[in-house]
């Protein structure tokens, strides 16, 4: 009985365990791909979980938040006759490519991805290989240098991205940066040259719109100045004019109701030329002997300028 009872016990304690081999527990940054006799089931959010035991379930758990990078092109270190990156242009040239991709799982896609983990990065490089292959002999050697780096990123990520989408692989590509663009060894130093040049000419012509736009804004800025100072003065001009007629029209009438027409213009001619020596004083215009003319007078034989009305 006490054998049995011990059996019983160890049996229960060995069921025990068993079950316990169904919890689970999946990280904050992690997805839970279950296989239940080998057949995929929806996925485990983050948590712990009760599966059934060891034998029947299967918890396969994958990072969703983990970018991983993959360098293509860097080849063979080891095998100095592998090329390396080498891809051919669009005019038949040769180009040495190195490519870093940053990728991801897609964590509405982990059921996708589950299937393809192992070999993963092995179809993701072949997917990008024959990308970059078709993007190098899209274009000829001389603007694939000059701007190859600068729009990798924007034009290789959206045609790798399809491709996956197409495959089911459930992988999200992030960036891709190109490590090394340039000719072969070979030549390399006649492209670095033209290179040199192009780059030069950039400058001059970067430079040559720059002076261009500072003498456009400096040339604006001078013919607006001109066209206030001339507006203003055409103001000053108007308002002056329009003084000197309504004082003119005011001694018109002054003179034409004046008892004594020749006593009146006398007057008048006594304060503009006072007011002319002034003006003179102010400048000095006047000589030593000029304040004798004030002095000596003038006979003025003054003509009336109408009848009298």
């Not at 068993?18 to 983050?46: C, D, N, S, Y």
């Not at 000095?284 to 009298?308: M, R, V």
């Amino acid at each position: 009985m006490i054998l049995r009872a011990w059996l019983c016990t160890l049996f229960g304690l060995a069921v025990l365990g068993w079950a316990a081999t169904g919890i689970t527990l999946v990280a904050p940054f992690e997805r839970g791909v279950v296989r239940r006799f080998g057949k995929m089931l929806e996925p485990l959010p983050p948590g712990p979980h009760w599966l059934l035991p060891w034998g029947i379930d299967r918890v396969d758990k994958v990072a969703v938040d983990r970018v991983r990078t993959l360098s293509i092109g860097t080849g063979n270190e080891e095998d100095a006759s592998t090329p390396r990156g080498q891809l051919v242009t669009g005019d038949h040239n040769l180009v040495q490519v190195e490519v870093a991709v940053q990728w991801r799982v897609d964590p509405s896609r982990v059921l996708d991805f589950a299937p393809v983990a192992d070999r993963a990065e092995t179809i993701l490089a072949q997917v990008i290989e024959g990308a970059l292959g078709e993007w190098a002999g899209e274009r000829s050697i001389d603007p694939l240098l000059l701007e190859g780096k600068v729009r990798l990123a924007s034009e290789l990520v959206p045609r790798v991205q399809q491709r996956l989408d197409m495959l089911g692989m459930g992988i999200l590509i992030t960036d891709a940066r190109a490590g090394a663009l340039a000719p072969p060894d070979e030549v390399k130093g006649a492209f670095d040259l033209v290179a040199r040049s192009e780059a030069g000419r950039q400058t001059l012509v970067t430079r040559a719109r720059q002076e261009a736009e500072t003498r456009n804004r400096a040339a604006q800025a001078e013919a607006y100045r001109v066209t206030q100072e001339a507006q203003t003065r055409a103001d000053n001009l108007g308002r002056l004019a329009a003084e000197d007629a309504a004082r003119f029209l005011s001694r018109l009438a002054n003179y034409r109701a004046a008892a004594n027409p020749q006593a009146f213009l006398l007057q008048v001619w006594e304060e503009e030329r006072g007011r002319v020596f002034s003006k003179l004083r102010e400048n000095n215009g006047l000589g030593l002997l000029d304040h004798h003319l004030s002095e000596k007078g003038l006979d003025l034989q003054l003509a009336p300028l109408g009848p009298k009305r």
